[in-house]
């Protein structure tokens, strides 16, 4: 089966770190572009970071440059979100999504994990 | 940056009835980089529609897509139950490197 599991999720005090984790699994992880999108409660989706297959180049919406850093490890088949100086704006779930190349939409879709910024 | 509105904010329509959505862009987007997605409550989005026009694996022929450089149409005909939910438009190639819309509740009348 087709998959992402996201882990990591919890609560931090504002300025806090968290890293969140997504594991991939029955399709090749290296083949594909993936990005965090986030959904902050009762909001809408917004995407937040990208990265391409190798690593080579990321991409951040521009609320969380400088503070977000997205990362993949092909051999652990898995994608990671480093976030710090956390802000109760960042609240949301995260999902990890894959972008399936049709057209560069994301085709599959991880449950989410919760980040609570609060002090 | 570009940016998605979509409209309505929520429509409120009966099962056997027809909903028509719309994504406007603020700048033209490339290739029809344009896709819409279903969330349901507690739910992960699933895609629906990408290329403006092409149905995702295992998605009914009662969604279909239109459209193309600033203005985009998700169409379900014959409303089912089970599409009664929140849809997202989303866009790639323009800074951001992709976005959404702010989505349309499509709720039962």
């Known amino acids: 089966e087709v998959q992402l599991v996201e882990s990591g999720g919890g609560l931090v005090q504002p300025g806090g770190s968290l890293r969140l984790s997504c594991a991939a699994s029955g399709f090749i992880f290296s083949n594909y572009w993936t990005s965090w999108v986030r959904q902050a409660p009762g909001k809408g989706l917004e995407w937040v970071a990208h990265?391409?297959?190798?690593?080579?180049?990321?991409y951040y919406v521009g609320s969380v440059k400088g503070r977000f850093t997205i990362s993949r490890d092909n051999a652990k088949n898995s994608l990671y979100l480093q976030m710090n100086s956390l802000r109760a704006e960042d609240t949301a779930v995260y999902y990890c999504?894959?972008?399936?190349?049709?057209?560069?939409?994301?085709?599959?879709w991880g449950q989410g994990t919760m980040v609570t910024v609060s002090s | 940056e570009i940016v998605l509105t979509q409209s309505p904010g929520t429509l409120s329509l009966s099962p056997g009835e027809r909903a028509t959505l719309s994504c406007r862009a603020s700048q033209s987007v490339s290739s029809n980089y344009l896709a819409w997605y279903q969330q349901k409550p507690g739910q992960a989005p699933r895609l629906l529609i990408y290329g403006a026009s092409s149905r995702a694996t295992g998605i009914p022929d009662r969604f279909s897509g239109t459209g193309s450089g600033t203005d985009f149409t998700l169409t379900i005909n014959r409303l089912e139950p089970e599409d009664f939910a929140v849809y997202y438009c989303?866009?790639?190639?323009?800074?951001?490197?992709?976005?959404f819309g702010q989505g349309t509740k499509l709720d039962i009348k």
């Open positions: 999504a894959r972008d399936g190349g049709m057209r560069r939409a994301f085709d599959i």
């Open positions: 989303q866009q790639y190639g323009s800074s951001p490197l992709y976005s």
């Open positions: 990265i391409k297959v190798d690593g080579s180049e990321e």
